[in-house]
């Protein structure tokens, strides 16, 4: 289960706002530019990098996810943890100067989900997995908008929780679970 933070610092409300920004420009026909190398590419002198990949249990979509462990010690209660979805454009925006704010207080373990490619966003395989079924139709699978198909949140939530993203991206760290929180504009959908 995912909880809200008690309070929000203001290292996690400048994160957050990051977030915002990536979400924002999804309504806005987003660029699709490929892009290039990003923060868990070059390094950081604040966070260390790990990257790992699933797969949908249908085989239909692909995901890359960064886990970004700060290098400070966590607090005996354990590290806050933010999960951000959309991660090929967060990871794009996301830079040192920003992980330098954020290990300032109590920093948080990042878990930052996208899709294996190259491209801000993956509209078709995001499209499913950030839209609820749909009463009138039944199951996922049906058409959403723009002939993608929608519907898959409950088996995307089942991997993030249960099948392995968040399980995975917690292992050897220690996580204050009374503070975890998803950030995306879509979450409701999700949670």
Known sequence: MLYRFSAINRPIGLLLLLLSSVTTSVFARPNMTPLGPNI?????????????????????????VWTAVPDKAPPPSGS???????????????????????????????????????????????????????????????????GRKGGGSSAFRTLLEQRGILPAAEKGVHVDHQQRAVGHSTADCLY
């Open 40 to 64: 868990a590419d070059k390094g950081s002198a604040y966070y260390h990098f790990s990257i790992s990949e699933y797969d949908s249990a249908d085989g239909q979509r692909h995901y890359k």
């Open 80 to 146: 806050p943890m933010i999960t951000m979805l959309d991660g090929n454009a967060v990871m794009d925006r996301l830079t040192d100067p920003l992980l330098q704010k954020l290990s300032a207080g109590n920093p948080p373990v990042l878990v930052v989900v996208g899709y294996q490619t190259t491209l801000p966003f993956e509209v078709n395989a995001r499209t499913y997995d950030y839209t609820p079924p749909d009463k009138e139709h039944g199951d996922a699978g049906y058409t959403f908008s723009r």
